[in-house]
């Protein structure tokens, strides 16, 4: 194939991605999106996020954690949750362009009758407050009064999407709560996301379920993902649950070191569209041609159905649509560590 196709379809590949991802915000924004809510501990579930927040957030910002002993649970999808706590971080980063703190912080929280007087989004009843409070430069009025709307962002072109707050806004109404929002010009900003608080029993629900349980340490993941910062992520998380994780960032890189690592690694987690020659079902078929009892999980923006029959996928057993977050991916790969064959493993319920 000439280089000038290759690059083009390439472009015409990493566009489609975008607009895969656009559309699954707009699809939350809206409340269209498939949710599959638990028993959610909102404390243990921001500690589990906690390194990846660090490295999101870099060197210049502190993190600063006020959890509130004996937080009620919430009966959320844990997936959507995570999306909510790292979008309002990232949205406070970027308020601090010098640097700052960002405190999260939770509270049980008891509303009367009145309590639409403020707030019509507000309803009576017991919640869960998760608060994310920036040092950065706070919002005027007009501004305040915008940032939920699809598109909008003061960012920089190409810095922004405008999506981030909308999908948060989206999630948040999904799960029967609302968001207020206290800022200021130059004293930053407080967004307080409040969700409904459940009696639902957690016993079988809590952090010792499998989503949240990392497989035995010993286990190596080859990881292809030609994006650096989700491949940078993918491996933080990894490795944040004892595994061991060896990067590629192409198919054909991938193709190319697997002979020197072939004997150690245990599952192959591949992206499927990627530059190069090798996409990821090439990249599966070479690995496990000299490995039958490799396992293989797939990831990517395109919807599973695109790629024909020439593989299997099915959502939450080896295919994992992106934007994918640590309790789903750390889910997936425990089964397909665990069960003895693909077909064995049971779809993951986030």
């Known amino acids: 194939m000439p280089r000038e ?127 994310v409070t920036d040092t950065g430069t706070g919002m005027d009025e007009a501004t305040r009064n915008r940032i939920f709307e699809p598109f909008f962002t003061t960012k920089e072109l190409n810095k922004g999407t405008g999506m981030g707050l909308a999908t948060v806004y989206g999630i948040v109404k999904q799960h029967g709560g609302w968001i207020e929002v206290g800022t200021e010009l130059g004293k930053g900003s407080t967004f307080r996301v409040l969700i409904p608080s459940t009696t639902r029993t957690a016993a079988h629900h809590s952090e010792s379920h499998p989503e949240s349980v990392a497989a035995d340490g010993d286990h190596t993941i080859l990881v292809v993902e030609d994006d ?40 192959l987690l591949t992206d499927m569209v990627m530059p190069g020659e090798a996409n ?29 029959s020439d593989v299997q996928l099915e959502d939450g057993v080896n295919y994992l649509p992106k934007p994918y977050f640590c309790g789903k991916l750390t889910a997936i790969i425990r089964n397909a560590l665990v069960h003895r064959t693909d077909e064995e493993a049971l779809p993951v319920a986030v």
Request: aromatic residues 6%; proline residues 3%.
């Open 228 to 267: 650096a910062v989700v491949r940078s992520l993918v491996v933080e998380v990894l490795t944040s649950y004892n595994y061991k994780v060896i990067e590629a960032e192409s198919g054909d890189a991938a193709i190319k070191r697997w002979p020197q690592f072939r004997e150690e690694v245990d599952l």
């Open 280 to 308: 990821g079902l090439a990249v599966a078929r070479h690995c496990k041609s000299s490995k039958p009892d490799l396992k293989v999980i797939y990831t990517s923006g395109y919807s599973s159905e695109l790629f024909g």
């Open 5 to 131: 196709v290759a690059n083009s379809l390439a472009q015409i590949s990493t566009a489609a991605e975008c607009a895969a991802d656009l559309t699954r915000k707009l699809l939350t924004f809206s409340r269209r999106n498939m949710v599959r809510p638990k028993v959610i501990k909102l404390n243990d579930l921001i500690k589990k996020l906690g390194g990846m927040l660090h490295r999101m957030l870099g060197e210049r910002v502190d993190l600063v954690t006020k959890f509130t002993p004996q937080l009620a649970s919430i009966f959320a999808d844990a997936t959507s949750v995570e999306q909510v706590l790292m979008n309002l971080t990232l949205n406070g980063r970027d308020a601090m362009p010098d640097g700052g703190t960002i405190t999260i912080s939770t509270a049980n929280v008891t509303l009367g009758e009145d309590a639409t007087l403020n707030n019509p989004d507000a309803r009576h009843g017991d919640y869960v407050c998760l608060s």
